[in-house]
């Protein structure tokens, strides 16, 4: 059983983690894509 990718928003916590941040930036950044998301979907 092939184990699936993560999902975008996983890889955005992933990265932001990697680097010495605040609990915070994470927090933010996730929230920065996941507008950016719901903005291009409602492009479409």
Not at 17 to 44: D, F, Q
Request: hydrophobic fraction near 40%.
């Amino acid at each position: 059983m092939d184990a699936s990718p993560p999902r975008l928003l996983d890889q955005v916590r992933q990265a932001v983690r990697r680097k010495p941040s605040a609990i915070r930036t994470e927090a933010v950044s996730v929230s920065w894509v996941r507008r950016c998301i719901h903005y291009c979907e409602a492009l479409h």
